[in-house]
């Protein structure tokens, strides 16, 4: 085993522990179910939308389905080069409908730097969004770092899996309020199914912590999700 693979190795083991170790303590579990649409409309200039759904299935009261939310977001990305990205994006959620909390708008700025290596890809990303609530604004930094590759073969082709890993850092600011720090770690599985349309399901773990009173709050989210590229 060359150094490389023994490095891509260890960040997936260290992901995985993380969620291991999360599902040993209290937790709440919220499943996520999402479908986005992606276009490519020129060789440098892309788009997709995606319309999500949030909603518990397990809490202090046990088992159970409430939605949360709803939410439509858009992105805008544009290719810098042949591995960066730069994105523009706005995110429309709704609470009301199901919950007291409050709507949001929320604005994102990005930029992501992928490597491809043997048949690991890499990324980077950085984001910058600015929440907006009724009554007060967030401002969150974010950065994650993610590999995935193929589970058969030196290529992803139609019809395989594949496995995706990620860990993120979000660091959320308000002037009015204690900051609030999320470490949110991601192992999924997906299949391309078609030349346009992928899936994949898998858990995220997010571990809060707000810094004012060291108050923590663990969830588990179950993903589910469809791509399809028009």
Known sequence: ???????????????????????????????????????????????????????????????????????????????????????????????????????????????????????????????IEQRFYEGFTNFRERYQYAVDFPLKGPTLEVGEPFLYGAVEGLLTLNKDRAPRFNERTTVVIGWKLTKKLTIFAGPTLDYQIRTRHYDQQNVLFILTAAVLKI
Do not use: C
């Open 1 to 127: 085993m060359n150094r490389k693979t023994f490095h891509n190795l260890l960040i997936l083991a260290l992901m995985l522990q993380g969620l291991i170790g999360f599902s040993q303590n209290d937790f709440i579990t919220w499943s996520q179910s999402q479908f986005g649409v992606e276009h490519k409309a020129s060789p440098r200039y892309s788009i997709d939308f995606s319309l999500r759904s949030r909603y518990v299935v397990y809490d202090e009261n046990g088992l159970q389905f409430r939605q949360l939310l709803l939410e439509l977001t858009h992105f805008s990305s544009f290719k810098i080069n042949n591995n960066q990205t730069a994105s523009l994006g706005i995110n429309l959620r709704n609470r009301s409908w199901f919950d007291p909390g409050s709507n949001e708008i929320r604005l994102t700025e990005a930029y992501e730097i992928k490597s491809k290596k043997s048949v690991w890809r890499h990324s980077h990303r950085f984001r």
